[in-house]
């Protein structure tokens, strides 16, 4: 067998290095290498090839929450971006295969904006409002929180509270990403404000207002609930969304604020993405990278002027950073490194084989990164240790559904749907039209299997996190059934219910949430949405469950 060829000052891998079985008698032109040139496989072809799979279709939402009824003319429901984001997010989440040759997480399409109407001034009814009916902003939520609670079943918990917004925004919609839980508050980001709800009545705190609409936030906060949230420079189509500010989660007080600097003619401010660990906060965006100082705003170092190749991304999370770059060699070979918070230094290197770009980060610590090839059309999940060498890699059978991409402009960001410990790696699985999906546990070690969880009954599971010997996941409602949060022992084992949502009523409103942000904190759970319509009717923003 011809061994592949290293890149430079890398040793050979070792045996096993995570082959990737591709289909059985593979014909030229198929995407899949011929034998001996994939530098993550020594193995031969030895599993069928599995085709892209889609994730559930959210269940109709109900009448009255801002969304169209079933079968409404397409243009009266998700925004044209909302649409198109979608449809790349679930084709990247749909063939990320383990266990097999073809990768297509490097999925063409176009996520540009289309041209946007310019954004309006905030009016009187643009904030959340208390009551599911009206949106009027008058109402506390009781009548309507009883309401949810009818038809719960023995044994099901409750809802706590839901929050509607009615924003009158631009055509395509507006943005509503960031969700923080502190203390007993929950913040969440509609558009142009922050508002703070106390987490057992849901009863306005604080709101903070930005003067255009916020662009980029990160669930991450310092020790003291400090974070950073960006916002565009200009209300119109060419604005640039590089202005930082300072928020303090805890009282609402907005700290600095501070306009991202260029570094270089090419540093186009297009979906930043962030990242805080410590006191630092990295901001990533197409290709360029700089780290600034969260209490002051003062800049820490950047691309410009980090050594050899180029960092296009500085991942911070839980402690750690590191930078994935660029060399700008004949291959312009990636290269990932750990990054000092405050200095950007490095200690060691890992150089990824000619023509591999890492195209997901599981988990700082430890390192585990999703790396693939667009053009041969392969991928694997390298597990590095603290010294940058690699451990092993990881291979199973399986179709993952990781979300881990935020769109074609987007830096890589640690993924919010998988989860990882100290020694294990939790993947969901796509769960395809009228079939459980599974929770599969990987072994970092080996890079076997564990074992694997099935949801059950045509339900889908996903990781929340995992800590103390247990994963925490969500097991996503039904029309008809409230969701779950489930532990389960990271030695595997049945699922242990730790929250029951309860039926009835909720269960249609809590399935309708698309690509929801989810929370499980204190005991309660948090489900809020992402994107909001804005036609100036009530939507669901943010629906709480607890004991």
């Given at each position: ?498 929250l029951r949502n309860p039926s009835g009523a909720a269960a249609p409103i809590e399935s309708s949430f698309y690509a929801p942000k989810v929370d499980y904190v204190g005991g309660r759970l948090y489900i809020s949405a992402s994107r909001l319509l804005a036609k100036g009717k009530d939507e669901k923003l943010l629906m709480v469950f607890g004991k």
């Open positions: 067998m011809t061994e592949p060829p290293q890149p430079p000052n890398q040793p050979p891998p070792p045996s096993g290095y995570g082959h990737l079985p591709g289909p059985p008698q593979s014909a030229p032109g198929y995407g899949h290498p011929p034998q001996g040139e994939n530098p993550y496989a020594q193995q031969p072809p030895t599993q069928p090839m599995h085709q892209p799979a889609w994730g559930p279709q959210p269940a109709a939402p109900p009448a009255g929450y801002g969304y169209p009824p079933p079968g409404a003319p397409q243009g009266q429901g998700m925004p044209p971006k909302k649409r198109m984001t979608v449809i790349i997010a679930a084709a990247v989440a749909g063939v990320l295969v383990l266990g097999a040759g073809a990768y297509a997480a490097f999925a063409g399409g176009d996520d540009k904006d289309p041209k946007k109407p310019v954004a309006q001034s905030p009016g009187p009814d643009d904030k959340p409002s208390n009551s599911a009916d009206t949106g009027d902003g008058s109402g506390n939520g009781s009548k309507d929180d009883e309401d949810l609670n009818a038809g719960r079943k023995q044994g099901e918990d409750k809802v706590l509270w839901l929050k509607t917004a009615k924003v009158d925004g631009p055509g395509l919609g507006v943005d509503s990403e960031g969700q923080w839980v502190v203390g007993d508050t929950v913040v969440k980001s509609v558009w142009k404000n922050l508002t703070a709800y106390g987490s057992t009545d849901g009863k306005e705190k604080w709101t903070l207002a930005f003067p255009t609409p916020i662009c980029a936030v990160t669930r991450q906060t310092t020790a003291e609930a400090k974070t950073v949230v960006m916002f565009k420079d200009g209300e119109g189509d060419s604005a640039s969304c590089n202005q930082m500010r300072q928020v303090d989660l805890k009282s609402g007080k907005e700290g600095w604020t501070k306009e991202v600097p260029k570094e270089g003619l090419f540093d186009i401010m297009t979906s930043p993405s962030l990242g805080i660990t410590g006191d630092t906060v990295a901001v990533s965006r197409s290709g360029t990278a700089s780290a600034f100082k969260v209490s002051t705003g003062d800049k820490l170092f950047g691309s410009a002027t980090a050594e050899g190749c180029k960092p296009d991304s500085y991942v911070a999370h839980s402690g750690k950073m590191i930078a994935i770059s660029t060399c700008y060699d004949d291959d312009m070979t990636a290269e990932v490194s750990d990054a000092d918070p405050v200095t950007g230094k490095k200690t060691w290197t890992y150089r990824l084989p000619a023509k591999y770009k890492v195209t997901a980060v599981y988990s700082l610590d430890p390192l585990v990164l999703d790396v693939g090839n667009e053009d041969k059309k392969e991928r694997s999940i390298v597990v590095l240790g603290p010294d940058g060498k690699q451990r092993t890699t990881v291979s199973g059978e399986g179709s993952f559904a990781t979300n881990c991409s935020g769109g074609l402009f987007r830096s890589v960001e640690v993924c919010s749907t998988t989860a990882v410990d100290a020694n294990t790696l939790y993947l969901p699985t796509v769960a395809e039209p009228g079939k459980a999906n599974e929770i599969v546990a990987f072994d970092l070690g080996t890079g076997k299997v564990k074992w694997r969880t099935p949801a059950g009954d045509k339900r889908t599971l996903t990781p929340l996190g995992a800590a103390n010997g247990q994963l925490i996941a969500y097991r996503h409602a039904e029309q008809d059934q409230g969701g779950e949060v489930v532990s389960i022992p990271a030695a595997g084992g049945q699922p242990t219910a730790l």
